[in-house]
């Protein structure tokens, strides 16, 4: 057998268990290939085939979206998820952004793209699905118990980062416990820093945590781990002790006019990334 077409069968063997009945790959296929050339160019770093597959993920479900920023993964799950589909967008609590020491501006974007966020999912698709803007402390009380999945990629750091002054990461999981149905998985991608790596230079300041201790973290608030995979890891990605994830693309933070840098982090891609799939504990 030549080596494309182990390599595709190879492929398609890793995929076939994470397909469940109510997926509709096809269709996930689709909307994944018709998004923009920008959108789709993160697709070798981000894999979001692959991991929406892992997370389960599912026509008609209702799914709360951790941070949606920009939209990239919102473009996704918003015309996936359909018109019998529902998806929040949970951001931060307004009091964490004065934490990050940014401009008022800033801050108020930030603030202001909660509300919008039921305009921003109705640009990118008119199939009917229902959208609503929340954060961690303003989530709606009928929600309790009715979220399928949460999913919260690239977006546990900054909580961690903000633990101990605000208790931002406890009282967000304890939100995401009790807006999940008893059934429902919370589904994470975060940024994954070697296990060499010391906890003060892993708690998030950096971007990246260690992936025991994201495991610990989830276990403390009443979750249990039910899978793990290596879909979003990057070897080339070795932060060691000191090293920023912005660093890397799409930021490229610090090699705007160092031509050299700038190359050798394209090389390395975006970074190592820990892929796990929780659930609330019996």
Do not use: C
Not at 76 to 95: E, H, R
Request: glycine share 8%; charged share 20%; no cysteine.
């Amino acid at each position: 057998m030549n080596t494309l077409r182990y390599g595709l069968l190879l492929t398609a063997l890793l995929l076939a268990p994470l397909t469940l009945a109510g997926q509709d790959t096809p269709m996930l296929e689709q909307v994944i290939a018709a998004r923009s050339a920008e959108d789709r160019a993160r697709d070798p770093y981000r894999h979001p085939l692959q991991t929406l597959m892992f997370f389960r993920v599912e026509p008609g479900m209702s799914v709360a979206e951790v941070l949606p920023g920009g939209g990239w993964y919102t473009r996704i799950l918003a015309p996936y998820l359909g018109a019998d589909g529902t998806l929040v967008g949970v951001n931060y609590p307004d009091s964490l952004w004065p934490h990050f020491g940014r401009p008022e501006e800033w801050m108020a974007q930030r603030i202001a793209a909660t509300a919008q966020f039921p305009q921003q999912v109705a640009s990118y698709t008119d199939n009917g699905i229902t959208a609503l803007g929340a954060t961690f402390t303003t989530l709606p009380a009928d929600m309790a118990g009715q979220v399928d999945r949460v999913l919260m990629i690239r977006a546990l750091h900054n909580l961690n980062r903000f633990e101990q002054q605000t208790g931002a990461r406890s009282q967000a999981l304890s939100a995401i416990h009790e807006m999940l149905a008893d059934d429902g998985l919370v589904g994470v991608v975060q940024h994954r820093a070697p296990e060499s790596v010391s906890d003060a230079n892993a708690a998030g300041q950096r971007g990246y945590l260690k992936q025991s201790a994201v495991i610990a973290m989830f276990e403390q608030a009443g979750f249990e781990l039910v899978d793990s995979a290596e879909i979003n890891a990057n070897p080339q990605d070795q932060p060691g002790e000191d090293l920023i994830v912005w660093r890397l693309p799409p930021s490229l933070a610090g090699s705007a006019n160092n031509p050299q840098q700038r190359e050798a982090m394209l090389a390395i891609g975006e970074s190592d990334r820990m892929t796990l799939l929780f659930r609330k504990a019996p």
